[in-house]
């Protein structure tokens, strides 16, 4: 556990003093403290350090072919390809066979209103958003840009 300052002064206070967020009051009240503190001033070097070497580091930006969530193989997009359209069949029927029987069942006037309540509202939700996207597509200006 790192050691705190003596007088109490917030460690908050040098990182904000190094990152321009005080005002010139703060930052007056710190150069004056760092002065007549060794530790607060040996902190402050240590985060003045780090500061610069992080703002300093270069990171190699990866080829745009590692981005990319397409299959890497004919063989496992041809796979995907047929599991999607397994599963979204399936998943339709089970749905529409599950909403059938809720309907149909003995199911009272509030649990019917509460299972197509629930779902009218997802699907309301998605349509509003899907209305949205359609409607900014037309006018994307990064639609041409590929990650």
């Not at 496992?76 to 749905?95: A, E």
Request: aromatic share 8%; proline share 4%; net charge neutral.
């Amino acid at each position: 556990m790192r050691e705190r300052c003596p007088t109490g002064l917030e460690e908050r206070l040098l990182t904000a003093y190094l990152d321009g967020e005080l005002t010139q009051g703060g930052m007056q009240k710190v150069e004056v403290h760092v002065e007549a503190c060794a530790h607060c001033r040996s902190l402050l070097e240590d985060l003045s350090r780090i500061r610069e070497a992080t703002m300093n580091t270069s990171f190699a930006t990866p080829p745009d072919n590692q981005w990319n969530e397409l299959p890497r193989t004919p063989a496992s997009g041809t796979f995907r390809r047929l599991g999607w359209w397994l599963v979204i069949p399936w998943l339709v029927l089970v749905i529409a066979w599950g909403l059938w029987e809720a309907w149909k069942g003995s199911a009272g006037v509030l649990e019917r209103v509460l299972v197509f309540g629930g779902i009218g509202g997802v699907v309301l939700l998605f349509l509003s958003v899907l209305l949205d996207r359609l409607r900014d597509a037309a006018t994307d200006r990064y639609r041409e840009v590929n990650r």
